[in-house]
């Protein structure tokens, strides 16, 4: 009886040995949930399209993985050309960005302008052109409204990036939502062009070098220039 008993024990026993020995070697990961393919996928790619402006450093916020998620969903959905449901993935991740906490990898200002770029151009590939031009419209005046609740920086009439303090205006996110927002400009004023407004498209893309100096080369475009 006794032996028989000892070996009903030799399981429990090996796993906990297992896990002892898992905890000295410091090798605890062995025991977590591992991330689903889908789930790395959703988070490489909206970091890659936030193109820098994101520093994932460690387990990343769930604003942030649900921001990822939504973008992954619809750039799928862009690949099999079902633009409307698209569409209506990035308002609702418009939506969240007003009520949920901002995530902390990334400046409110650059996740924003990030979806409402690919809300207009996911418009414009449905050539809902009208569209298009609200959505870069609403997104330049969303982004804007952001850096003067956030830094209290304000772009006046002659396009030139204002605040109360220059230390203010030289900080890395204000500098990150700049360039985000010459980007939104550029990307309007090839909507533009495409519509045959090359008039309108050179003061956005003057807009944007303002704001972002590498921008400056779009200037010389002859989809601008109109040569």
Known sequence: MAIRRALRLLPAVGVICLYMSSL????????ATPRSPSQDAAVGY?????KGAAQVTGPESSAFKRLARLHYHAVELRRERKWARAS????????LQQHMPAAKEVPACAAAACTWLNLALTEQNNHHFDKARQAFQDGTRFVQDMMQKEFDVWIDGQNRLRSRTIAQSECTEVKTACKWL????VAWGLLETRRGFRG???VLAERASIL????????????VRGI
């Open 24 to 31: 000295r070697n410091g090798s605890s990961r062995a025991w």
């Open 46 to 50: 909206y970091t890659a399209a936030l």
């Open 88 to 95: 209506a993935v990035y308002r609702t991740a418009i939506a």
């Open 182 to 185: 010459a980007t939104l400009l």
């Open 200 to 202: 309108r498209a050179k």
């Open 212 to 223: 972002d100096g590498s921008k400056a080369k779009v200037l010389s475009w002859k989809v």
